[in-house]
Every structure is written in structure tokens, then in C-alpha cells.
């Protein structure tokens, strides 16, 4: 399984970027999928993620609620995650996560940072 982000790149503050991360190997059948970012002297921050359980699930953290959508599309096996009125703070660089066990996406607590595929991280820049 290969995933690959794209989209990345530098972009004002209030401006909108949308990431994309092609799935290679990975079916989509029963699965989570998701992003973390991580900013220079920051911790890992699960972002979003979509899980297949109870129906379909989908978690944002609270710094990106109302902002950020997370999407896929099942026939490109891509992932996208739609990023609005961007600040300085979500400057990071952006990695896109996948599993075969759905339950890897919580819907309180987010993406599991064990997620068996990572992708090789996008940089977000947002200058003030």
C-alpha cells in the first residue's frame, strides 16, 4: 500500500487548499481513512478522519471544525481534505492515513496514531 499527498503549497491567510492523497494497494471496502498535521515543534494532531463503521463516521478536531471537509472517492481511491479560511496556525505538513480496521478513526478521540499507512506528508504554509 502506497498513499501519496498532493496539493500542498503556500497561501494567504483566509484562503482555501485542497490536499489530495492517491491510495495505491488499499481497498476501500472496510476501512478508516484520515489526516494528521504536524507543525514544527508541535506534536502530531489528528485532524479528520472518516470511518466505514456504524454506516460512515467522520471526526474533525475542534481547530478545524466548520473549515476543513474531509472526502474520498472510492473509484480514484483518493482521499482530498478542503481547507477554508486558513490561518497561520494550520501552517504543518499534512499526512494522509489509512486502515483496514475501521475502528482506527474514533469519532471523539479522532485518528489513531497506530494507523498501518501513512502517506510522506505535504507541506501547508498560511502566511498572516
Known amino acids: 500500500v502506497q498513499l501519496a499527498e498532493s496539493g500542498g503549497g503556500l497561501v494567504q491567510s483566509g484562503g482555501s487548499l485542497r490536499l489530495s492523497c492517491k491510495a495505491s494497494g488499499f481497498t476501500f471496502d472496510d476501512y478508516a481513512i484520515g489526516w494528521f498535521r504536524q507543525a514544527p515543534g508541535k506534536e502530531r494532531e489528528g485532524v479528520s478522519c472518516?470511518?466505514?463503521?456504524?454506516?460512515?463516521?467522520?471526526y474533525y478536531a475542534d481547530s478545524v471544525k466548520g473549515r476543513f471537509t474531509i472526502s474520498h472517492d472510492n473509484v480514484e481511491n483518493t482521499l482530498y481534505l478542503q481547507m477554508s479560511s486558513l490561518k497561520p496556525e494550520d501552517s504543518a505538513v499534512y499526512f494522509c492515513v489509512a486502515d483496514h480496521y475501521s475502528g482506527s478513526c474514533d469519532t471523539r478521540k479522532g485518528p489513531y496514531y497506530g494507523m498501518n499507512y501513512w502517506g510522506g506528508g505535504a507541506l501547508v504554509t498560511v502566511s498572516s
Open positions: 472518516f470511518s466505514t463503521s456504524g454506516g460512515g463516521t467522520t
